[in-house]
């Protein structure tokens, strides 16, 4: 299995943020599990199809924050012979300047209050 830790260009924080993605078939929700101002995981227990970039809204310390990103990678369980999804590794593909400085901030009082 390939070392994802490895190419990470931003150190990421153990957070716990609410998720939801938007695709084609709906809403789905998740929950934010590590965060980067680059990327983060998302554990959910379903994901819609998405072959490009999809939309997804952050709720952090009561601001919304929308973001469009680009899956990187999935992680599943095997149980009984059947895959199930655990979540997805996303890269942040188009952010505004100021949501970023603002999730910059949220991680850094995070990794002070550990």
Do not use: Y
């Amino acid at each position: 299995m390939i070392n994802h830790k490895d190419r990470r260009h931003h150190p990421r924080t153990k957070i716990k943020l609410p998720v939801v993605k938007m695709a084609k078939e709906g809403l789905v929700d998740g929950e934010i599990q590590d965060l980067s101002v680059a990327g983060a995981f998302i554990r959910c227990p379903a994901m819609p199809q998405v072959k490009n970039s999809f939309q997804m809204v952050i709720s952090a310390k009561g601001r919304l924050i929308s973001i469009t990103a680009g899956m990187v990678w999935r992680d599943f369980d095997k149980f009984k012979n059947k895959n199930k999804l655990r979540g997805i590794g996303v890269r942040f593909e188009k952010i505004f300047s100021g949501d970023r400085l603002f999730l910059r901030e949220v991680i850094a009082k995070h990794q002070r209050n550990i």
